[in-house]
């Protein structure tokens, strides 16, 4: 017990020295903004807002792009936001809870290596340093400070352990379809992009084991419980997006379709770049404004020694040695070279080659400390482990001063009013019809509209010349206002980006619902518009998001599983339990006998 009370202990004051260190740059007054950073700072907000408000499985953030609202909810989960923005309802300055978020995303993700490397090779010293590796990989330097990508610095929690899962469904008699189809679920609903990378892998695993599989039906099995149990946990997000995506045509659509994937690939000398550069996704603007996408040195190199060491004929180190061929495999594929200009129909999905980086950081960073191990056996060279692992930090040191040197003016206690204020923070000022600080590039905005949401207003269009617009209100999640009468044809348009599920409640002067009535699109500028049909009298018409059905039933497919997956694994642990008091009473009962 004290064994073990000392190793853990140790484990986490390495975790918590090298996570410091790694976020040193954020102790300073400021915040460096990275590309995406203050649409993820207007995320926390907009989630806090809806938990004051009571709306704790919110669709839309109806606040946001100046109250017309923006149903990112609907297409980028914010499930990994619920901890930040709790932080941030203790009242706990919007810049200082995105600060903590950052430090807790680090300490996740060296423990989730370190746990990875430890389960499968048993070598802790190992264990050590691929989670020091991970932690300083170029590529997520890059992603924290300069892109401000806070889908793939959560997804890099979770890649280590569905790399653990993986191993223990196919080289081990120890696995589970519950963890193996949780680890999944979680990845897809913190970055899309990186789950479709891991399932690739997945299926490169399932292939190179496919006779073993084949012998065994128990693996088949697993693995279609678990593609089982992360869709069905999964229902609450993956139904209503997919339902969303079939209403409408969205920017992100035009987005990806336009894109040419050949000006986002590599050059072989970036694959070395030791300075971490605050540029741009493309290399067509030029050689210095070319963003640092690499592993890194030392889990550049490092793995190579998997081709030296000893050839072992163990699973972990042909596991490693397959993690680390895919790893330089997707280095490769990023490079200009590949010709990704004939690829953009099966692959724009992806936007930039350059994020099969996030996998190739992810996997030789796991094989880095393995193939150490494979060439040195035993504690006797502690200190080599060490001096790897001190390299390690102090490049990440020189690459994470250049952070410090950067200029900001938002500071850890500038408002989020400021934050969100396109003029105020964003480098070029103004230089969009919607907020940009808000919606990034709006990729969730109805495609085809040239609506000036910032100019527009607040307030309601008709052709309606019979009946002034009565009693406007507004609040979180509605608007409300009556009309004396009206005709057949008669339209109101709403100062309201139209998604399906939104509804008009109809009530006659003295309160009584009367009916509902289901909008649709105005054609132009793609707002909530609904016709209130001939009436005579005066109506109070109150508008909402409800939701849809398939929201609603997707959630209860959720809620199912869970609780399914919740008694079928206290079950689980209940008859482990039980075998092993019954192990014990029987070893008792020999003892006692002999």
């Known amino acids: 017990m004290y064994k073990l009370a000392k190793e853990n202990k140790l484990l986490l004051l390495i975790c918590l020295f090298t996570s410091l260190i790694f976020v040193y740059p954020l102790f300073s007054k400021t915040l460096i903004p990275g590309h995406d950073t203050y649409f993820h700072l207007c ?128 080289y ?77 045509n969205y920017t ?42 690499n592993t890194g040195l030392v889990s550049l190199f490092l793995p190579l020694l998997m081709f030296k060491g000893k050839k072992k004929k163990t699973s972990d180190y042909t596991f490693a040695l397959i993690c680390t061929l895919i790893g330089f495999l997707s280095l490769f594929a990023c490079l200009d070279i590949v010709p990704w200009d004939h690829l953009n129909k099966i692959f724009s999905f992806m936007q930039f080659p350059w994020r099969l980086v996030i996998i190739a950081s992810s996997l030789l960073s796991f094989s880095s400390g393995i193939a150490l191990s494979s060439v040195l056996e035993g504690e006797n060279y502690k200190y080599i482990y060490t001096a790897f692992a001190c390299v390690t930090i102090l490049i990440g040191v020189y690459q994470l001063s250049v952070i410090l040197n950067q200029e900001s003016n938002i500071f850890n206690n500038t408002p989020y009013s400021l934050i969100a204020d396109d003029e105020y923070s964003g480098k070029h000022g103004i230089v969009t019809k919607f907020n940009q600080a808000e919606l990034a590039l709006g990729d969730y905005l109805p495609k085809g509209t040239d609506i000036d949401y910032r100019n527009y207003g607040d307030y309601i269009k008709t052709n309606n010349e019979k009946s002034d617009i009565l009693d406007f209100h507004r609040n979180y999640n509605n608007i409300e206002f009556a009309i004396e009468k009206s005709s057949s044809n008669t339209f109101y348009i709403l100062p309201l980006t139209y998604y399906k599920g939104y509804i008009v409640q109809c009530y006659d002067q003295n309160g009584k619902f009367e009916k509902e009535i289901i909008p649709y699109p105005d054609q132009e500028t793609y707002l909530v518009t609904f016709n209130p049909g001939e009436q005579m009298e005066r109506k109070k018409y109150i508008i909402y998001y409800k939701g849809t059905k398939i929201q609603f039933i997707s959630n209860g497919i959720t809620l199912l599983f869970i609780i399914v997956v919740f008694f079928q694994e206290a079950a689980r642990k209940f008859r482990k339990s039980q075998n092993c008091q019954l192990k014990k009473e029987k070893a008792e009962r020999s003892e006692f006998q002999g």
């Open 43 to 170: 995320r926390i907000e907009a989630l806090k807002n809806a938990y004051q408000h009571g709306d704790f499985l919110p669709k839309l953030y109806y606040y946001q792009n100046f109250n017309f609202g923006y149903a990112t909810p609907l297409f980028y989960s914010d499930l990994f936001l619920i901890v930040p923005s709790i932080i941030r309802l203790t009242g706990t300055p919007i810049v200082i809870t995105f600060k903590i978020f950052l430090f807790l995303c680090t300490v996740f993700t060296f423990m989730s290596m370190y746990y990875a490397v430890y389960k499968i090779n048993k070598n802790r010293l190992a264990a050590y340093l691929s989670a020091i590796i991970y932690v300083f990989t170029a590529y997520r330097i890059t992603d924290v400070y300069v892109r401000g990508a806070m889908g793939e610095v959560v997804a890099m929690i979770f890649i280590p352990l569905i790399l653990a899962e993986i191993y223990s469904v196919l």
């Open 172 to 248: 081990t008699d120890n696995y589970s379809s519950i963890r193996l189809g949780i680890c999944f679920g979680l990845l897809l609903l913190s970055h899309n992009i990186t789950f479709v990378f891991m399932c690739v892998i997945f299926g490169i695993f399932i292939i190179i084991n496919c006779k073993k599989i084949l012998k065994d039906k128990r693996r088949i099995f697993t693995i279609l419980k678990a593609i089982i149990i992360a869709f069905g946990c999964l229902a609450f997000f993956i139904f209503p997006m997919f339902e969303q995506l079939n209403s409408g």
């Open 252 to 293: 992100v659509n035009e987005f990806v379709n336009d894109f040419n994937l050949s000006n986002y690939t590599l050059f072989f000398k970036q694959l070395f770049t030791l300075k971490i550069n605050f540029g741009l996704a493309g290399h067509e603007f030029g050689e210095s404004m070319w963003m640092t996408t």
